[in-house]
């Protein structure tokens, strides 16, 4: 079992920076790939981010690359998500997920809220 929880989400206006963090623990001593997911009101969860566990591998969404950056810290065992030059559109809540290499099963933090004004 691996738990999950994000911080770093809050209110910022357009052309703002956020930084939020995904910390993990549990079975942190088995590899895992992290992506950063997000949802708005009245819509599906869409992939934003991922990163593999060497953090050699990123992968971005076309919406937001060239503005956010994935890294990892895997001696803390936690992953980062820096995102600049913020739009309206980017207003959802953001969700952590770790991916085992070992069997593929996925964990899920519970989320924070990022709200882009304009």
């Known amino acids: 079992q691996v738990q999950l929880v994000e911080s770093g989400g809050g209110l910022v206006q357009a052309g703002g920076s956020l930084r939020l963090s995904c910390a993990a623990s549990?079975?942190?001593?088995?590899?895992?790939?992290t992506g950063w997911y997000r949802q708005a009101p009245g819509k599906e969860r869409e992939f934003v981010a991922r990163?593999?566990?060497?953090?050699?591998?990123?992968y971005y969404a076309d919406s937001v690359k060239g503005r956010f950056t994935i890294s990892r810290d895997t001696a803390k065992n936690a992953v980062y998500l820096q995102m600049n030059s913020l739009k309206p559109e980017d207003t959802a809540i953001y969700y952590c997920?770790?991916?085992?290499?070992?069997?593929?099963?996925?964990?899920w933090g519970q989320g924070t809220q990022v709200t882009v004004s304009s």
């Open positions: 990163i593999s566990w060497s953090g050699g591998s990123t």
């Open positions: 997920k770790a991916t085992m290499y070992t069997d593929g099963k996925g964990y």
């Open positions: 549990g079975r942190t001593f088995s590899r895992y790939e």
